[in-house]
């Protein structure tokens, strides 16, 4: 109330005269009450012009948006983007081209050294069922930052374990063989993100915890619940303590067919992957931005990440999130908006297999000590807007919630406490900057992500530039209010 009547007193001379003249003659209760009165009216006055500023934004993404077709550009004429690869080189160059072309009044890149993993050929496993003379092929990828096999493979009897539990308890089994964890995504998980945190650990420890025992090789099931097989990488993290095997991610309809089989009979596997890591390379940030009018030393952050998977043209991982964020750069100034704070919008480097991208945003951020005041991300696919995410303190995020009668008609009917995104948590860590996320309907973006699928087609171009809307109107709240 404080807060409201403070902007009252400041912006309604005459009608605070009014209200003072009237003290002489009425108590305090009915003073306060008239007080309210106008104090709603000019809430009311503001949410109104604030509508009206979103609906125009809108408008704007809607019918002359360019997002569609710059993903268009950059999964077809690019494709796919992973750190240290060309892709990664000429995506940069495009998207200090589009900043340009979207109206940033300041376009930089910010270096950044990456990891340059390479999968260094074509990835290939079959089984043999014991009494059979013919080997089946398997459909698998080599998961990221993963060692190959070497020229000769590898060739070894497969053990298959449900749970880390059961490698436990089974670890006298392991030695010598291949471990094949088939650990389901959980499909009573509504939000498909839960799904992949619980999964996602035997990507990422699996190789190590298996080598821990003797394994010679590890084959994953998939992080999805698709009902094709194509297979989904990711990035493994060895564990310097124990010897690096080789690992591919697997199909699910064969990660099945193996199961079954395993489940009958003894059945080994023939395993050929190729990858290694090339020394170190220069990447970059992509930044631009549109400079504050009243405080252009205190910053607010929209990005999405620029590398992809290399067996993938990563349209919704994070192609989508990256020409979101220039489309509401795009759509800020078509319409002539001169932010109070400084935009940065940001394509991130090596988000998939280092984070060395945010690391560095972050790291200038502090050594520069610059204010930063919000960050937001967005890299949960282009599907339809669902919610929006904000981590924050309480009194932050009570702000936040009341600006959903504002967002609520574009799509983002949910205010959820938690939000951020991989990129911008070193910025929140190292700076305590309050995050926010674009949640869209996670149901189909584990069919695809890291996989094959994630093509420029599976992208709806309604639900992409609605994202955008989304995003435009929190990131307009923040500018115009704080938080």
Known sequence: ??????????????????VLTLSKFVNMQKLFFIASFFVAAFQVKA????????????????????????????????????????????????????????????????????PHWVRGGEDQASFNVQGKKVYEKLDVVALGNSIGTGKNGVTAEVIKVNSFDELEKRKDEVKGKIVFYNYKFNDTYINTFLAYRDASQYRGQGPSRAAKYGAKAVIVRSMSHAADNNPHTGATRYDSAYEKIPAVAIGLRDA????????????????QTNGQFLPDTIGHNIIGELIGTEFPK???????????????????????????????????????????????FVLFANEENGLRGGNKYAE?????????????????????????????????????????????????????????????GPLSRALKTPTASLNPDSQRYFDIHHARSDVFEAVNKRELELGAVNMAALIYLVDKYGL
């Not at 009206?52 to 809108?58: E, S």
Request: aromatic share 8%; hydrophobic share 40%.
């Open 298 to 344: 205190e910053y607010i952050t929209v990005g999405g990440h620029l590398d992809s998977w290399d067996n993938c043209e990563g349209a919704h991982d994070d192609g989508a999130g990256c020409v979101q964020t220039m489309e509401i750069l795009r759509a800020l100034k078509a319409i002539g908006y001169r932010p109070k704070h400084t935009i940065r």
């Open 47 to 114: 949410q109104n012009a604030d509508s009206i500023f979103i609906k125009k934004l809108a408008d704007e993404i809607l019918t002359n948006g360019k997002a569609y077709e710059n993903l268009r550009h950059l999964t077809k004429q690019i494709g796919g983007r992973l750190a240290g690869s060309p892709g990664m080189v000429k995506s940069e160059q495009w998207g200090m081209i589009v900043m340009k072309e979207s109206g940033a009044e300041k376009a930089s890149m910010q270096q950044c050294m990456v």
């Open 364 to 424: 200038e951020a502090v050594a520069k000590n610059e204010k930063h005041l919000f960050a937001m991300e967005s890299d949960a696919g282009g599907f339809t807007p669902r919610a929006l995410g904000l981590s924050g303190s309480e009194e932050q995020f009570q702000k936040f919630l009341s600006w959903k009668p504002l967002i609520a008609p574009y799509g983002c009917t949910e205010f959820n406490k938690g939000g951020g995104g991989a990129d911008i």
């Open 256 to 271: 099945d067919k193996l199961s079954k089989e395993i489940e009958k009979s003894k059945v080994t596997v023939r395993m």
């Open 1 to 18: 109330m404080r807060l409201w009547f403070a902007v009252y007193l400041k912006k309604n001379h005459l009608h605070l005269m009014f």
